[in-house]
């Protein structure tokens, strides 16, 4: 039994890697990896105990084990600036990845190496190592989860302790990798609404760079929680060591890039420390979000496909369901319409072809109806005035024509002019005795309180069991936690509102989908103000932005690309900008495709034209799309045309979609991701009624190495026009 136990204890070890070293002089020492199928993070137990990182990056390159760890710095003081999760107040001067007061008022902790495990499940290789602080009973463990195959690593912490009496957690990182190169690149994504997802890049230099979010609720509005690391060059899609980060947490976020006097670049990334003091009792373990990693020596391009796989298998929900084309009311009618508008843009679906009718805000309220976003959040029973047989009855007026019926919410809100908020002032996080500071005319229910949880599940889970049959939420959020107080917290615990208000969050998006699992969710925050792999669990697609005009979208999708995967943004065409209709709906293609447009006052040809590129989506586009290799071809922040291209796992297929966002002529565009010794043929798609292709392999079979190497020639040097072409393995 003993051995079988060592024996399996070895081919853990061996498994990922683990190295025990002897080193001169300094006694016995242990290395050890996590490795995924390319790259490698390598640790080192010093002789002071302390756990270093030697290394993050290629597998191939083996880290140099130093001949003393940590290495001696000046005045005899050890050189701890690549200490894996470093602590405040014992001897480590740069940002920190902890930093609490524990129970006797000690600022300083410090953790020493106590063991680590490896467990394999399913491709996912899950490190545990555990540290502790000699002085208290402190423990912290860092969790890894390496997902072999594709390179990328998930890591979280988890600390507990069991000190006399609580411990004040004043910074509690989920990671904080160090990079070692000569020069560092930082990307992120970067807006406001309506111009969200904006590609930045800077070189770093010395100092802290803040990337960072304060807003609470609604937290993603100026920032999407990850970034990109390139080494010694600006990012590329195709070259060069890309790191990038992604944080699962859908509130406050902080990651601080602290480029040092070594040159060596530390990311702390987690939670944003400020605001978010957190008391953790003894015995209780507090378990970071998970920030997710991803590593490539090839570009930027492989990074997101690698994030793309990895949503699709682990972090965006049934993935392998076909998004459906809906027909949202918002832009079409937005708070204006009764029921008959409603029917009649019914109607209008069914002609197109859509699947879902979405009913968005405005459709609630009594006392104080809906008819503007001055009032009515919170009162979520139906306005009989605008919809006088309720919302079975718009069920069963979409079940009549074949469409689902889809509703819109946003549960999480009150208005001070509500129902609700007359019965329960105390329900909104607020800081007393102040002036109520409104956003959108609104304030956020206070989710720490538990008959507010309560409530905001209920909102959801009876406005489904009043309407039999609705099978789509679209869950919205609009307002940032101005004023983070709780009446229900004691007053020590006031900086854990918005940590726990997080965490009710997602346990109330989880209790949604386990009590509706059939129903299809739209994640929405203002657009993508809440858009984190974590909340991606429970939603099959999030609302990427209130900005509509295709043209500000070619950016925009461009910009989530770079984490997302194309079926989890919704994409709509609408009447925004004025924009061709061809133009309007080659851009939603190359997402989750829907419309949001009164089609009564569409001529008969548009509305023939958009059932046209709803069956191209549903019979050609649609299952490509979702399982496919995203190449971002040309961007269109460095040329007159965005080039993107979508290519089949098995490369039996791909799309490729063409946006010209400036007048100019651009010479060929060599495709990416053939098979090289297959011969695809070239159609080009969804072109208007009437028109002919000028492409001029339209309809050739072409082989995949000519179109990656000499490329073909998309006709379109206009703004504003786009091309779609296809191309089939013969
Ligand atoms: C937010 C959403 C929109 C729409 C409105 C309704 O702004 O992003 O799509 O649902 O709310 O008020």
Not at 171 to 188: E, G, I, N
């Amino acid at each position: 039994m003993t051995n079988l136990i060592l024996l399996a204890g070895m081919i853990l070890l061996m498994w990922s890697g683990v190295r025990a070293m002897a080193a001169e002089g300094e006694g016995q020492r242990s290395v050890f990896e996590i490795s995924t199928a390319r790259s490698m993070i390598t640790f080192a137990v010093g002789s002071d105990h302390r756990l270093y990182q030697l290394g993050y990056g290629s597998r191939q390159k083996k880290p140099e084990i130093p001949e003393k760890l940590p290495m001696p710095a000046y005045d005899g003081a050890a050189e701890r600036l690549s200490e894996v999760y470093p602590s405040f107040g014992n001897g480590y001067l740069l940002e920190p990845a902890l930093h609490v007061t524990h129970a006797d008022g000690d600022t300083s902790t410090d953790l020493k190496y106590v063991s680590h495990t490896v467990t394999e499940d399913a491709g996912i290789a899950t490190t545990r190592i555990e540290l502790k602080d000699p002085k208290h009973p402190f423990q912290v463990t860092l969790v890894y989860r390496a997902y072999v195959e594709l390179d990328i690593i998930e890591q979280f912490t988890e600390i507990r302790h069991d000190e006399s009496r609580a411990v004040t957690m004043h910074r509690y990182a989920s990671a904080s990798p160090v990079f070692r190169a000569k020069s560092y690149w930082l990307t992120q994504l970067q807006g406001y609404h309506m111009r969200e997802a904006g590609l930045v890049e800077e070189k770093l230099t010395p100092g802290v760079k803040l990337l960072d979010s304060k807003l609470g609720v609604r937290a993603h509005q100026i920032r999407t929680p990850g970034f990109f690391l390139s080494l010694d060059q600006s990012a590329n899609e195709e070259s060069g060591e890309v790191f990038a980060g992604s944080l699962a947490w859908a509130g406050s976020y902080a990651f601080a890039f602290d480029l040092d006097f070594n040159n060596g670049l530390r990311a702390v990334c987690g939670i944003n420390p400020h605001g978010s003091q957190y008391h953790l009792q003894p015995g209780r373990t507090f378990t970071t979000p998970a920030m997710i990693w991803a590593w490539s020596d090839r570009g930027k391009g492989q990074i997101s496909r690698n994030f793309h796989r990895w949503a699709r298998q682990y972090s965006l929900r049934e993935s392998h369901k076909p998004r459906p084309v809906l027909l949202n009311n918002w832009e079409a009618t937005f708070f204006n319409f009764d029921e008959a508008k409603l029917v009649s843009l019914l109607d209008g679906a069914r002609e197109i072809g859509s699947d879902v009718f979405l009913l968005d805000d405005g459709w609630f309220g009594r006392k104080y109806p809906r008819n503007d976003d001055r009032q009515g959040l919170g009162d979520w029973m139906v306005n009989e005035k605008k919809l006088p047989h309720g919302l079975s009855y718009l069920v069963e007026q979409s079940k009549q024509r074949g469409i689902d019926f889809g509703i819109w919410v946003e549960p999480e809100m009150v208005s001070p002019k509500s129902e609700l908020y007359e019965a329960h002032p105390d329900w909104a996080l607020q800081q007393t005795g102040r002036e109520m500071i409104l956003g959108r005319w609104q304030r956020v229910l206070d989710l720490n309180r538990p008959e507010v949880k309560e409530f905001v599940f209920n909102v959801i889970d009876k406005t489904l069991k009043d309407a039999p049959g609705t099978r789509y939420v679209k869950w919205d959020c609009n307002a940032y936690a101005l004023q983070p107080g709780s009446t229900w917290l004691k007053p020590e615990e006031q900086s854990h509102a918005l940590v726990d208000y997080q965490f009710a969050v997602y346990d109330v998006m989880r209790k949604v989908v386990e009590a509706h699992p059939d129903v299809m969710m739209m994640l929405c925050s203002s657009g993508p103000a809440r858009s984190d792999f974590a909340s991606l669990k429970n939603f099959h697609s999030f609302w990427a932005s209130d900005n509509t005009d295709p043209l500000k979208r070619v950016f925009i999708q461009w910009g989530f690309s770079h984490f997302y995967p194309a079926q989890s943004m919704n994409a709509h065409v609408t009447d925004f900008g004025h924009r061709p209709l061809k133009f309007a709906c080659d851009v939603a293609l190359s997402g989750a495709f829907g419309v949001d447009m009164d089609l009564s006052k569409r001529s008969d040809e548009e509305r023939k034209q958009l059932a046209k590129t709803i069956k191209l989506y549903k019979e050609v586009l649609r299952d490509l799309i979702a399982e496919a290799d995203l190449y971002r071809v040309e961007s269109p922040y460095d040329h007159p045309r965005s080039v993107i291209q979508y290519v089949a796992q098995d490369r039996t297929a791909s799309v490729v979609f063409v946006y010209q966002v400036k007048n100019a002529e651009s010479g060929p565009v060599c495709l990416k991701g053939l098979d090289s010794g297959r011969r695809y043929r070239v159609t080009e798609l969804n072109l208007p009624e009437g028109t002919k292709s000028s492409l001029k392999e339209n309809g050739q079979v072409v082989d995949g190495k000519s179109l990656m190497d000499s490329g073909i020639l998309p006709p379109c040097n206009q703004e504003l026009q786009s091309v779609v072409i296809h191309l089939r393995a013969e």
